[in-house]
């Protein structure tokens, strides 16, 4: 994969995050800037941020418990360590950071 392409499934990746984010009722505000989709939880404005790591063809999570990388094998995006998907990790950081759950669809 070039770095457009990764460029374009990161793009799309973001978008369901905030799509998934608005359709729950998590008071968790989002913005996405200069490759990074920073999350804010309202509760205690804590952050959760995503960021794009195109050299590498990774994405980062950093959360209150720690930064995580993730490789997409096989169409998912997987912890490059434990192997344990980014939509059970991500839900996990938001409901810890938040309180809240929310249902990450990607």
């Known amino acids: 994969m070039n770095e457009a392409e990764f460029n374009q499934i ?8 905030e799509e998934s984010i608005d359709d729950s009722d998590a008071d968790i505000d989002y913005e996405n800037s200069a490759g990074m989709l920073t999350l804010t939880c309202e509760n205690n404005q804590s952050q959760i941020i995503l960021s ?11 959360a209150v418990s ?7 094998e096989n169409q998912h995006w997987q912890n490059t360590v434990t192997g344990e998907p980014l939509r ?17 669809i990607f």
């Open 88 to 104: 059970s990790m991500l839900g996990q950081v938001c409901a810890a950071q938040s309180g809240q759950t929310v249902d990450f």
């Open 10 to 17: 990161v793009d799309e990746l973001m978008f369901s995050i």
């Open 66 to 72: 720690g930064g995580f990388h993730f490789k997409l």
């Open 52 to 62: 794009r790591q195109p050299a590498l063809r990774e994405i980062w999570l950093a």
